[in-house]
Nanobody, 126 residues
Framework: QVRLVESGGSLVQPGGSLRLSCAAS????????IGWFRQAPGKEREGVLC???????YYTDSVKGRFSISRDNAKNTVYLQMNSLKPEDTAVYYC????????????????????WGQGTQVTVSS
């Protein structure tokens, strides 16, 4: 059974950094893609990035140069490193997988992802 658990969300000041974790079970992360999404209050869920085979596809231009991703195969966990955080980054962040080995264009749409974590809250505020 596929399970994803996010953690690491917190309140942080503008300009600060956070590292979110997405721990996977029921499948081997390094073989499949992982997506990160976020949903701000009153807004639709939006894609942040898709990661597979050490390749990153950014879905949101505003995070390029500030957000990066890495994977620990031994822990079956991916990490979203978020730097230079802005108030507009405030959202619940989710990781997801559809057990595919690519980041095709269709995965820009959150509806194409089959398995989701519960989300972790990131608040950027002074």
């Amino acid at each position: 059974q596929v399970r994803l658990v996010e953690s690491g969300g917190s309140l942080v000041q503008p300009g600060g950094s956070l590292r979110l974790s997405c721990a996977a079970s029921g499948f081997t992360l390094e073989r499949y893609h992982i997506g990160w999404f976020r949903q701000a209050p009153g807004k639709e869920r939006e894609g942040v990035l898709c990661f597979v085979s050490d390749s990153v596809t950014y879905y949101t231009d505003s995070v390029k140069g500030r957000f990066s991703i890495s994977r620990d195969n031994a822990k079956n966990t991916v990490y979203l490193q978020m730097n230079s955080l802005k108030p507009e980054d405030t959202a619940v962040y989710y990781c997801a997988t559809d057990l595919a080995d690519d980041c095709a264009t269709k995965y820009y749409n959150p509806l194409t992802w089959g398995s989701w974590g519960q989300g972790t809250q990131v608040t950027v505020s002074s």
